[in-house]
């Protein structure tokens, strides 16, 4: 029997998460305070060797962003941004963790900033989270009390604020640079990259963006060393993940794993296994993300492996698909997602999105060898999408699209 290996969420569900003295007495804070009596960049050279990587859906290496962020600038202000927008479909593993253990999340902030030289935090929250909203600002307010947020912190030069600011309900918005200009108070449209946020970010200054999840990470990490980090999870993506099992399963939750357990180890020892007669399809990393099939479900569930196969871990949601669904409409609705989410300001994406939903809805009707050439031209269509547009939103729809006709083209053409 395969156990949860919880990193990111042990103090979940054992704590009061409205209690910062019972997160102190499970050792909570001792990490931060370990951390100010090293210098910052020994901090993100531990994290570069745990091997961490970004849990927000991309899996860049933490470490280098940290390292990057502090080399900017020395001397000038610089700003750390938590990404709890938390805005992919399937994907509620933030909000457990602001939920449960409020102050994992401020330690590993306060971790963060000391070790790139940032003196101001925003924690940018989907709007919806009422509850991570008033854990977070209960949380902070208890942390500026003991000293460890505000000024001279814990005896030394070291003074950090820190603001939750809740979104409004934009799923682009969780992409950083447009999070950077939603938390400007801007209308949420992306800026191009480069400039990254590590060198121009929240009003042009070096900023420092990581996925709560991430965040999560860094006091553990501190603690126990990189060696220990790495002993979990595979040699390449390190640690554990929180994977957001949900769709044909007996038990839907929230389980936190090595990286790399398999696909039929995820749905049968933690989900109880599929509801139905048997599985259909797997839709892994959320909207922006690719459908498996059965022929992968012995494929460890690692950011490389997935890759490799075609497929992405995106932000750990998996969406079990019985015998009974139809892929068509599931695809259907995805497009619809990003047709209502794309926010119009270039025309590959504005114009794009809307005609390759259009086109996938009359699929249904067309004869076999029409649907055919129809999928080849509406991939064609997202492919040449993916490299005009603007931002990575415009670059989503072939994943899924592509993944379902890579894996699934006998069905779409014929099991109508
Ligand atoms: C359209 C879009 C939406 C995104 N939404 C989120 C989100 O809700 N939460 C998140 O952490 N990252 C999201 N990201 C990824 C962020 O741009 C960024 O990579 C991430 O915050 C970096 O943190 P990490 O390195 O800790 O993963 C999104 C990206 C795109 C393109
Ligand atoms: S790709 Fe889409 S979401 Fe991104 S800027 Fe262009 S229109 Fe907006």
Redo the contacts with the bound molecule.
């Keep these: 029997m395969i156990q949860e290996k919880r990193i990111a969420l042990r103090n979940s569900g054992l704590i009061n998460p409205e209690s910062i003295d019972e997160y102190i007495q499970c050792g909570g804070y001792q990490a931060f305070a370990k951390a100010l009596t090293m210098s910052p960049s020994d901090i993100s050279e531990i994290i570069i060797d745990s091997g961490l ?8 290496p ?1 470490g280098t ?1 940290e390292k990057s962020t502090a080399q900017t600038c020395i001397e000038c202000l610089k700003y750390i941004v938590c ?6 479909p399937g ?1 509620f593993k ?1 909000r457990i963790i602001m939920e449960t253990d409020p102050h994992n999340l401020i330690e590993g902030m306060l971790i963060a900033a000391w070790s790139v030289g940032a003196s101001v935090g925003y924690i940018y929250v ?1 709007g919806e989270y009422h509850l991570s909203i008033e854990r977070l600002n209960i949380a902070i307010k208890q942390a500026e009390k003991k000293g460890f947020i505000g000024e001279n912190i814990l005896n030394t030069d070291f003074s950090f604020t820190l603001e939750v600011k809740p979104g409004a309900g934009s ?9 950077i200009e939603s938390l400007e108070g801007k209308r949420g449209y992306p800026r191009i990259k480069p400039p990254f946020p590590a060198q121009k970010g929240l009003w042009d200054h070096p900023t420092l ?7 999560a990470n860094f006091a553990p990490i501190i603690l126990y060393g990189a060696d220990w980090y790495k002993s979990f999870g595979t040699s390449k993506s390190p640690g554990t993940k929180i994977f957001c099992l949900s769709g044909d399963v007996k038990r839907p939750g929230y389980y936190e794993v090595d990286m790399g357990i398999t696909l039929i180890d995820l749905i049968n020892e933690f989900g109880g296994g599929v509801n139905g007669n048997s599985i259909k399809s797997i839709l892994i990393g959320g909207a ?1 993300g690719t459908f498996a099939s059965i022929n992968h479900l012995n494929l460890p569930l690692d950011f490389d492996s997935l890759k490799e196969q075609g497929l992405t871990l995106g ?1 750990g949601a998996v969406v079990v698909m019985n015998e009974t669904r139809d892929l068509l409409e599931m695809l259907t609705s995805i497009l619809d997602f990003f047709k209502h ?1 794309s926010c119009g300001k270039c025309i590959p994406c504005r114009l794009g999105t809307a005609q390759i939903l259009n086109i996938t809805e009359r699929i249904q009707e067309m004869e076999p060898k029409e649907r055919e050439s129809t999928f080849i031209n509406i991939i064609q269509q997202a492919e040449i999408m993916a490299k005009t547009s603007l ?3 415009g670059q ?1 729809p072939i994943l899924p699209l592509k993944s379902l006709w890579v894996n699934f083209a006998n069905e779409l053409i014929n099991k109508f």
């Excluded at 990587?53 to 860049?60: C, H, I, P, T, V």
């Excluded at 990404?83 to 992919?88: H, I, K, L, P, V």
């Design positions: 990587r970004g849990r927000g859906g991309a899996g860049f933490t962003k990404n709890a927008d938390e805005g992919e994907t933030d989907r799923y682009l918005c969780g992409e950083e640079l447009t999070l963006i990581n996925n709560v999840e991430t965040l922006a932000s989410e931002c990575p939103l989503s």
